[in-house]
């Protein structure tokens, strides 16, 4: 007797329980509701875009003789990119014939003349930036194409441009061992994001 009334309980329980869960399931699915949302979430990404000008023989010297020189300005542009760059400069040079007359060219780089700078480079006189061979013991002109900043980098905010001197001369020193040598630079510009790039 006990036994059944014990299982009368326990099946009222259950069906209590399951009463309640079927309430609150129908409370549940009766409330009001609503939804906003938030578009047109876009984004781009900026850009980093170094020009030069000229982009071809900006110091050439053809017959050059001991004590023979030449100079010319080279501008340098941070557009159409759309962010703060800075820049690093480097050099390699050939040796076809063994004679080593890049490491006998010295090489000076110079901002734009301190004096008259509607005529960029005449008087060289602006700040030095490089003095060298023509292409350095380790290619690196003015500062470092190593991420973030390094001695020497320049920099250039969105749109800006700015005008390098760059001077090649044969010393007066040289040696008849050098007669009839050549060789070919290439400057390298390397540029990179200032935002977010210590």
Same mark, same amino acid.
């Given at each position: 007797?006990?036994?059944?009334g014990l299982?009368?309980k %326990?099946?009222a329980?259950i +069906?209590? %329980?399951?009463?309640?869960l079927? &309430?609150?399931t129908?409370? +549940? ?10 578009t /047109?979430n /876009? &984004?781009?990404? $900026?850009?980093?875009d =170094?020009g +030069? ?9 053809t ?7 030449v100079t010319d300005?080279?501008?340098v542009?941070n557009?159409? $990119?759309s ?5 690093a =400069? ?6 076809p014939d063994?004679? /080593?007359?890049? !490491?006998q060219?010295?090489?000076v =780089?110079?901002t =734009?003349?301190?004096t008259a700078p ?7 006189d602006g700040? #030095?930036?490089?003095? $060298?061979d023509?292409?350095?013991?380790t ?5 470092d194409s190593? #991420? $973030?900043s390094q001695?020497?980098d320049r920099s250039l905010?969105?749109?800006?441009s700015?005008?390098l001197c &760059?001077?090649v001369?044969?010393?007066l @020193?040289?040696g008849?061992?050098? #007669?009839?040598? @050549?060789?070919t630079?290439?400057?390298?510009? !390397?540029?990179e #994001?200032t935002a977010?790039?210590?």
């Open positions: 007797m006990e036994e059944h299982r009368r %326990l099946a329980t +069906v209590a %329980l399951l009463a309640f079927v &309430f609150m129908i409370g +549940v699915l009766a409330v009001f509701t609503d939804q906003a949302t938030v /047109a /876009a &984004f781009t990404t $900026g850009t980093i =170094i +030069v000008n000229p982009t071809s023989a900006l110091v050439s010297f017959g050059m003789m001991p004590g023979d020189s300005d080279l501008v542009t557009q159409p $990119g962010g703060a760059l800075r820049y =400069i480097s050099s390699t040079a050939t040796d063994s004679k /080593a007359l890049k !490491d060219l010295a090489l =780089i110079k =734009i003349d301190a509607a005529t960029p480079c005449d008087d060289f700040t #030095q930036l490089y003095s $060298g023509l292409d350095s013991p290619g690196k002109l003015v500062g190593s #991420q $973030g001695a020497g905010g969105t749109g800006a700015e005008t &760059f001077r001369s044969l010393p @020193s040289t008849d061992a050098f #007669q009839n040598a @050549s060789t630079a290439t400057f390298t510009f !390397d540029a #994001q977010n790039n210590p």
